[in-house]
């Protein structure tokens, strides 16, 4: 069966990497077909919009979108489309594997972790004023079904990709009451998994833990300020953005996307590394139930890699366009 995709291509990078992915995705033998949209500076210039209804409309028909990197302008202009994006579609889980690769420059070899962040509140919730000058309150909302649907979607994954353990990631015992609550809705969660173990880590004490030794982690599950830095911090364990995948999930919908933004400062001279995103459409067909296809995208992504072609960002001297050659002729030789 056929399924439809919704592609964003996005800016900068965004239409180079997406590029190399459909070429790769379409050489794993999926049944792919693509409904492109575009977002961000192009769509405010074609239709008025960053974010044109046909987008939303289309990812809600299709239930799946492949996502390139979305330039936000500093300071004036429109909102960030990556926030209103996950606003309007309802995706309360932020999904980012972090694993290494052959042949990637990084401080460890064994990492092989997967962050969910809880992606709709807590200190983003945007609600900050200012109390009298040079006092201002930002608020934390947490909030009961929110905590216990993403401890149950971290459970959840856990248990359908063979992971064993998940760990909650709080402050709660100087913010008893908010993280509290995330913390103990965590715990309520992880008995109805006998299946998968389950422990926890101060903040803190986790951020030690995982420059020390991020071999001993599984799947994390954190609120939302603590699961965007984390997963920088993870990402940098591996190798950095250039080679990171993410997704971001709702109810019945899935936008899976690179964690890298539209590196301005490379865009447009086929430099830049379609790895992310590549990995990001492997989420993809694993979410849509297509594993051998995905298992061949990941095995030519690693034998290419451990061949030694890499691109700028990894020390190597491939363009874009000669690592995606490298990589289907891969997929044919595999
Ligand atoms: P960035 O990730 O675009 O770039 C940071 C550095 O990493 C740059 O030196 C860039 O050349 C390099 N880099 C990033 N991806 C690479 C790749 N695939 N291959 C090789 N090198 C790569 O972050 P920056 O500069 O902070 O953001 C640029 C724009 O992207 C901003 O407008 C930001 O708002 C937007 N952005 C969009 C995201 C999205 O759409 N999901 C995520 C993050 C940022």
């Known amino acids: 069966m056929t399924q439809t995709v919704t592609l964003i291509e996005g800016d900068g990078i965004g239409p180079e990497v997406t590029a190399s992915a459909v070429r790769v995705l379409e050489a794993s033998g999926a049944k792919l077909d693509w409904e492109r949209h575009v977002a961000g500076i192009e769509a405010l210039e074609k239709y008025g919009d960053p974010l044109p209804q046909a987008i939303l409309e289309s990812i809600q028909r299709n239930r799946v ?22 606003k309007e579609l309802g995706l309360f889980a932020n999904l980012r594997p972090v694993k290494t690769l052959p042949n990637v420059p990084s401080r460890f070899q064994d990492v092989d972790l997967v962050i969910v962040r809880e992606n709709t ?13 040079g006092v201002v309150e930002s608020i934390k909302i947490i909030t009961r079904d929110a905590s216990r649907r993403i401890a149950r979607f971290a459970f959840d994954y856990a248990r359908a990709n063979g992971r ?7 402050k709660a015992n100087i913010m008893k009451l908010s993280d509290g609550l995330f913390l103990e809705c965590c715990r309520e969660v992880s008995e109805e998994y006998d299946d998968i173990g389950f422990d926890e880590s101060i903040i803190d004490a986790l951020c030690m833990q995982l420059v020390l030794r991020p071999e001993g982690y599984d799947v994390l599950v954190l609120p939302n300020l603590y699961g965007d830095i984390v997963s920088d911090l993870a990402a940098g364990l591996v190798g950095g953005l250039g080679v990171t995948p993410g997704a971001n999930l709702g109810e019945g919908l899935a936008v899976f ?5 539209s590196a301005p400062d490379i865009a447009g001279q086929n430099l830049a590394n379609p790895s992310a995103i590549i990995q990001s459409g492997v989420l993809m067909l694993e979410h849509l139930g297509l594993r051998d296809e995905a298992g061949r995208v990941l095995a030519a992504l690693h034998a290419v890699l451990a061949s030694g072609v890499r691109t700028g960002d990894l020390g190597g001297t491939a363009s ?3 690592f995606t050659d490298a990589l289907l002729r891969a997929m044919e030789a595999g």
């Open 65 to 86: 979108a492949l996502k390139g990197p979305v330039t936000t302008p500093v300071g004036e202009g429109f909102r960030s489309v990556n926030v209103q994006l996950r």
């Open 257 to 261: 996307e690179a964690v890298h933004g």
């Open 164 to 170: 064993s353990r998940v760990t909650a990631v709080h």
């Open 320 to 322: 874009t366009s000669e």
């Open 121 to 133: 509140e807590g200190l983003y919730s945007g609600i900050e004023h200012q109390i009298v000058d």
